[in-house]
């Protein structure tokens, strides 16, 4: 292989890493841009304290980043949907365990708003 075929190929080998750890880059600061703006809404409509917020920021956080590594693994409509369902009971479940009651139930009557707020985050 003569050395200039040899730097042309080095040359698009970095590129594709370029332009690979910038498409998972792009994707973990719209997850934690999502979490940020979900959290705060939550934190408004709940009246949430600074621990509980920073859990929730948390909780969001995971859950975003979790759906944002499934889209990349080329799921079926079904198998996604399987995964969304999956990572959606994991985070009432840490949610159940940092709000209150009555904050919980706050949040189960305004869960369909709070799910479209992140939806914007997930969807393409």
Do not use: C, H, W
Request: net charge positive; charged share 30%; proline share 2%.
């Amino acid at each position: 292989m003569n050395p200039l075929t040899q730097k042309v190929k080095s040359v698009i080998g970095a590129m594709l890493l370029l332009l690979v750890f910038t498409a998972s880059a792009t994707a973990q600061e719209k997850a934690a841009e999502g979490a940020l703006a979900v959290s705060a809404k939550m934190k408004e409509m709940l009246s949430l304290n600074e621990q509980q917020y920073n859990k929730v920021l948390e909780v969001n956080k995971v859950y975003l980043r979790k759906i944002a590594a499934a889209k990349k693994d080329g799921l079926t409509t079904a198998e996604m949907d399987k995964k969304l369902r999956v990572y959606s009971n994991e985070r009432e479940n840490k949610l159940k365990s940092v709000l209150t009651p009555s904050q919980y139930k706050t949040y189960a009557a305004r869960r369909e708003a709070v799910q479209d707020m992140l939806k914007k985050y997930y969807e393409d």
